[in-house]
């Protein structure tokens, strides 16, 4: 146990020391201020979820028998928590830092009850969301299957939350909110992303949709596709740019389509086919799909034979 013990100590003599190494590594970082709490961020994340589909995830953990009560208590802890963890990091605002805590929390309170009374807008924009969802798949048994287990409800759900606390300037919490629901869902959506109603999401493992991404009404994506930036090679000085694609109302993109650049904009009532790669705009109305694609069969005995898949003349062919 004696040498045991002298080898911890040893390790922990080594890790010391490559923490106090002198090149001001990022990692190294130990900071004066609170960090925020994930743990909590995800939790504030699942209360809202109760407000926002009372009759679907009840909150177990209250004895309560009315709505009333059980609302107030979410509220009340929502509230709570979301103040305590955007003044945290309204620290990470040099100008907000400088202003001192009291300021900072201050503001912190203003951001989380103007948060808070954007609710009822965000439970009609996913009212729309679980409709379109229902109205676009046939395979969608009732509503109540898509709220409790569609993964593309869930990240946009995420994504509209997110996206409120993001437009009222505040750093790092969106942006766990909607990694927690990347984690679970393989669904990507940077709360920075603007999305409009009716949005349905099929299937969704491998969807990318990136910051500056503007998506109009009842657009329809399918898994695997990238609506993303065509260059980041100039890292931090793109921030703030228009790099993502403007997506207009009543388009549908299917799987695997990448639609890259913020200067690219789809036409109204575009349909973009699978495994498409634009990085232009698209007029409206157009049909695109990838030009003379083909399926060969080819069997032990037997002749080789083509299919060619585009059997749409009206099709607008982008290569």
Partial sequence: MHQFNETIGGLVDTLLADY???ENRTIDAVTAFDQPNKDIVID?????RKI???GYFHAKAYRVYTLRNQTTMLLEDIIYNLIRQITIVLEYIPELKEAGHDAMAARAEEITLAFIAKIPEIRSFVEMDVQAAFD???AAFNKDEIIY???GLFAILVSRIAHQLHILGVPVIPRIMTEYAHSMTGIDIHPGATLGRYFF???GTGIVIGETTEIGDNVKVYQGVTLGALSTRGGQSLKSKKRHPTICDNVTIYSGASILGGDTVIGKGAVIGANAFITRSIPEGAKVSIKNQELRYHYSGTKQSTENLDSDDSWFYII
């Fill in 20 to 22: 106090n190494r002198a």
């Fill in 44 to 48: 504030i994340l699942q209360k809202l």
């Fill in 52 to 54: 926002i589909f009372p």
């Fill in 136 to 138: 676009g798949d046939p």
């Fill in 149 to 151: 287990s569609y993964p």
């Fill in 201 to 203: 999401i099929d299937h």
